[in-house]
């Protein structure tokens, strides 16, 4: 026997999972000071220690496998897909049909502006018609995550809810229109730049509204057990997330339809725990410590000025369509001012569709792919700042405690 | 501040303040959303008037001055509709009940108004857990005496409209087993009770003047008494109500009140004894407790027995005034509710059935919006 068959051998040789265990314990920590000394939110926290230990920082942890974060990545967002699309009530738009214009109008504005600013730094057209659509999504990920940390109710949140729910399902259908596009350059014919988008929307209707249908019976059955449903849940959104991409449909807008057609089916109210559980919630916290990894601020070198651009004439389009509506949807100026803002943040929706835009399309990934990166990372870091803040100023947080 | 000179006002004209309840379409918990539905119903002409109310989730509707049954439903319906298309166009919805079931007092907002400021910071947490939603019924007299008269002859009565109008049984997500628990919140405030025993109007000035110098109150607005008078609308105001869960029985236990004043202004001239008092409390806590089964003490000669059999005579006794005031309809809703339960019985059962508050407030809501 020698020291080497039970002792370990000198340096040590971990896995990467060790030092991400390890992430995962500094970064939740890191969160609770947060929020405890700077009054922020956590998940800035999560989203920063990420981006520090990152290739993109410090290079502390090393490159792990994409495909590995992916599941975890998909999971979370699925859920907070999911979650936003069940809290989501659709009759509002036929009792409130300005909230609807409000709606389409920020995001058409959005894409214009988006679109015209790239066409004026010389950027082909079918590429930045791809960029514009990924622009109209606000994140869904940091805006149910605030509104849950927050615990915000009211007008703005409800909205914003709402909004960003139809922002993301109209980015993910025109962002599919575009590739087609792009594809239709690269020498594919024009029926299948046609057939795609449709065989997509049609197909993951059609995928949402089984998953619907079964999750109301499941719910049935096994609503009273909270956890066990949970993780039936978790089952149900892993199965469809992964049945989407076999199926090349958009796991987003399964699951986003899902939660949407769920919620306006039912006929009682139902309130689920914050992502569905404790289970759900390790998920989320791992899905923002992956986007800090994923972060790339490579692109702020070469196109800064872009970059800052981009952030500011989209933000200007949401804020001035809200604010245009606003009178006649029923909400006051501070309101409308603090909506506009909440509507800025972007993050896993919007990176998702440029990784894989980027993946069809290596070009774009080391070219405008970067100079989108850059934006998403930073409004990834301000973006919970922002929506906390703006609901905050709308008099929707509880008060505090004095 | 002295009080204002008692305003002469038609005999036995009504109105009815109705406090409701906002609530999110998610969760159905209380959301602090009466700034937006106000500026939005301002929008709409409409009948009487609609204001805010101590925390940002509730309002409250008033009609104007109305005379009989149907003129006073159809105001409260025409308020109803303005309210809920307002609450529809901002995915709030609106509900009757004496108290939300399952609200967290500390969540609640103050509306931002000088006097609900003032009120939060004179009693605090009370502020918050006065979270509770009642209806307030104004009946008119020709005179200060007369109306005095009316608010101890009225005493009497109490326990009927309280367990008639009972609906408040669930408080932070438990069942008090009380039928109105929303007078327990009442209750803790330092001048709730019942009115002093004053039978004249210049004895009434004494007692106020007395009670201003003092310092403890400003004005009657801080008497939060069971029933008090009004003298600025030349009425008195029965305030032990919980806002029922639809306007038609707001509409009718309005009227039944109507119709009792009546009887008493017209056969009941004998002035009122103090001592009618003595069981005052003891009815009253049957009453908040065990709704129409309560047990009811008669003050002359000491009887028990139910509340449900005390209305049961009292609708025979008023019932000539009643067809004179046209409440025949009104009171054909104060029998169903003797018969069929009254709001208390009404959300036990939706509890029983839905296992869940949420539910109970969803369908409380869309009892009292109509649709």
Known sequence: ?402 | MSLMPFAPSRPLSIGVELELQLLGCNDYNLVSSAPDMLRRIAKYPHPGDVKPEMTRSMIEINTSVQQEYGGLVEELRSLRKVVSDAGRFLNVAVAGGGTHPFQHWSEQKIFDAPRFHHLSELYGYLAKQFTIFGQHVHIGCTGPDEALHLMHMLSRYVPHFIALSASSPFVQGHDTGFASARLNSVFSFPLSGRAPFVLSWNGFEQFFDKMTTTGVVESMKDFYWDIRPKPEFGTIEVRVCDTPLTVEIAAAIACYIQAVSRYIMVEQRAAPQEDDYLVYTFNRFQACRFGLEGVFIDPCTHEQRSIREDITGMLARISAHAMELRAGEAMERVREILAAGNGTSWLRQTYAREHNLGDVMQLQAALWMGN
């Open chain 1, 1 to 402: 026997m020698t020291w080497s068959t039970y002792l370990p051998l000198w340096p040590l040789s971990v896995p990467p999972a060790l030092w991400l265990a390890l992430t995962l314990v500094v970064a939740v920590l890191v969160g609770e000071a947060l929020v405890r000394y700077l009054k922020l939110p956590r998940i800035v926290g999560y989203i920063a220690i990420g981006l520090l230990l990152g290739p993109g920082g410090f290079s502390l942890i090393p490159q792990l496998p994409a495909a590995e974060w992916r599941l975890v990545v998909d999971l979370a967002l699925g859920i907070l897909l999911f979650e936003l699309g069940s809290k989501v009530n659709l009759r509002w738009l036929k009792a409130n049909p300005w909230i609807a214009g409000t709606s389409l109008l920020e995001s058409i504005t959005t894409f214009f502006v988006v679109y015209g600013l790239l066409l004026w730094f010389d950027t082909a057209g079918v590429t930045a018609a791809v960029v514009a659509t990924i622009a109209i999504a606000t994140s869904p990920a940091i805006v149910v995550r605030t509104v849950t940390e927050s615990r915000a109710q009211g007008q703005v949140t409800d909205r914003l809810l709402l909004m960003t729910a139809l922002n993301c399902i109209y980015a993910v259908i025109f962002h599919k229109l575009a590739v087609a596009l792009m594809h239709g350059e690269t020498g594919a014919g024009l029926m299948h730049s046609v057939l795609q988008p449709l065989y997509l929307i049609g197909g993951s209707a059609l995928l949402a509204w089984l998953f619907g249908i079964t999750f109301e019976r499941i719910h049935h059955h096994l609503g009273q057990h909270e956890e066990t449903f949970s993780f039936v849940l978790f089952g149900m959104i892993a199965f469809a997330t992964i049945m989407a991409s076999t199926l090349k449909l958009s796991p987003i807008l399964v699951l986003l339809a899902a939660g949407l057609i769920t919620r306006y089916r039912r006929q009682r109210s139902r309130t689920f725990p914050p992502h569905f559980g404790s289970a759900g919630a390790v998920l989320v916290v791992l899905m923002f410590i992956a986007n800090g990894l994923a972060a790339d601020l490579n692109g702020l070198r070469e196109s800064a000025l872009l970059v800052l651009l981009l952030i500011m004439v989209r933000a200007i389009a949401k804020l001035s369509s809200v604010l245009a509506l606003a009178h006649y949807s029923g909400i006051g100026l501070r309101q409308a001012m603090a909506l506009g803002i909440a509507l800025v943040p972007m993050s896993s929706v919007a990176l998702l569709l440029t990784l894989d835009t980027g993946a069809t399309f290596p070009a774009f990934a080391s070219g405008l792919g970067l100079a989108l990166m850059s934006c998403i990372v930073i409004l990834e870091l301000a973006g919970p700042i922002v929506v906390q803040m703006a609901l905050g100023a709308a008099g929707e947080t509880p008060e505090k405690k004095t």
